[in-house]
């Protein structure tokens, strides 16, 4: 196949799976290669991505557009780690005075917080302060403790994008911590798809923009992030053992609701746009949580 190959992970009415996206719809990949490698984070750890896109990218298709409905590209990695506050202009933006840190600020997610492209993400009951957050995101593809940033970039498998939905009440509700407004059950994004990392190229300097109704709300380059991919995965590194399948959600540019004054919080029947060049395009709908946890 001539294209860059797409993995995605993926349901229809009466399976799970993981396929490969082409022009005319999804070649069903679990159902060939299910029995060795069950997720995609399987097929990343033995490094068979390219191989698969080679042998199958040529298959018909066994979902057509619209017969399939997306998931969250790898469904339970060990970690999700995302970084705050790592470009610039996001940097000014909390008006402290305090110029950048010398080390990323870090938090992570659970994977239950996020659903995959062209679901609903859902603005929970207890708050109207629900918020968008467009990164790039990158999975671990080689494990690996205290890796030296010449090394760094052989870690990566894949990229793909996320919307870090934020309940940004729910961040302050404690002195030190943002877990609380970070991960409610399916209020942030990752997909469509995930892209095989191939060098530096795809990342050094790519334009990554959030759009909400149409209207372009963040927009930037990877060439102005504080902390770059190498230091991301040198910092982490030294703390805990990288594996395959890990995400890390690189962070986001300035523009995010909270920062507009007055403040321009999603409501239900938004929708969020992510998009980068060379990585695709996440998009989502909001819908309402109602009290007891379902969706309106």
Known sequence: MTQTPQFAAFHSDDR???????????????????VKWPTLREVIEAGRLAALAEEFGDREVDFAPGEFHWDIPIPAPEKIICVGVNYP???????DG??????PSLFVRFPRSFVGHEAPIIRPSVSDKFDYEGEIAFVIGKPGRHIAEADALDHIAALTLCNEGSVRDWIRHAKFNVTQGKNFDTSGSLG???????????????????HVNGELRQDDRTSRMIFGFRKLIT???TFTTLVPGDIIVSGTPTGAGARHDPPLWLVPG???VVEAEGVGLLRNTVAQEDPAGSRS
Do not use: C, H, M
Request: hydrophobic share 30%; proline share 4%.
């Open 98 to 103: 305090q110029a950048a840190q010398s080390n």
């Open 270 to 272: 938004d929708e969020v």
């Open 192 to 210: 469509p798809w995930l892209v095989p990392f191939t060098d530096e190229s795809q990342i050094a300097d790519v334009r990554l923009t959030t």
């Open 89 to 95: 202009d996001r940097n000014e933006e909390y008006k």
């Open 235 to 237: 910092y982490i590194s």
């Open 16 to 34: 799970q799976g993981y396929g490969l996206v082409t022009e005319r719809g999804l070649i069903d990949l679990s159902a060939r290669q299910g």
